[in-house]
């Protein structure tokens, strides 16, 4: 797996090898030895998956806080989505910044989430699903979300979502 830093202190980005033929393809979602290589923590305890069926599904901006706060390794594997990961952490160099990719199947990149970051995505195509690699397990006590649009992130979406749960879309503004 090729890895490299992005914008936020803690994120990264992952390419798998995805070979072809014929047949179609085998690939390795995640190598939890070669993340722990990065000095990452690979100790997942729970693995789940999001099936977005429209493009311009939003999910997000979620996080766990406390004792539940979680690392996150996400990758799409079917369709294609733009993966935001937002630093809500005060100490952090890199906090209220953001950085995003584009994971598709097609280019088999993978984002990884620190704890004390949000996570949310918006999906480029019908049929997008992501399989999310967990840290700590889900505490709905824990759960915490913040608006998608707020101004405090200026995140730069490269399209308007079209499908938003009520949940998503009533999240509070960020107080700085």
């Not at 952490?89 to 097609?106: F, G, H, I, N, W």
Request: net charge negative; charged share 25%.
């Amino acid at each position: 797996m090729i890895y490299e830093k992005l914008l936020v202190e803690g994120c990264y980005l992952f390419k798998r090898n995805i070979p072809k033929d014929e047949r179609g393809y085998f690939s390795r979602i995640a190598d939890v030895n070669e993340i722990k290589k990065t000095g990452l923590n690979a100790e997942f305890v729970q693995i789940s998956a999001s099936r977005n069926y429209k493009k311009g599904t939003l999910r997000g901006m979620h996080m766990q806080i406390g004792t539940s706060a979680e690392e996150k390794y996400i990758s799409c594997v079917e369709g294609e989505v733009y993966d935001v990961c937002l630093d809500l952490r005060k100490t952090s160099p890199t906090y209220l910044k953001y950085c995003s990719a584009v994971l598709s199947e097609e280019n088999g990149y993978a984002i990884y989430i620190p704890k004390g970051c949000a996570h949310g995505f918006v999906s480029l195509r019908d049929n997008s699903q992501l399989i999310y690699f967990m840290t700590n397990e889900h505490d709905k006590q824990a759960e915490r979300g913040y608006l998608w649009s707020d101004p405090a992130f200026s995140i730069d979406w490269p399209i308007l979502p079209e499908v938003i749960s009520d949940r998503d879309n009533n999240w509070p503004l960020y107080e700085v």
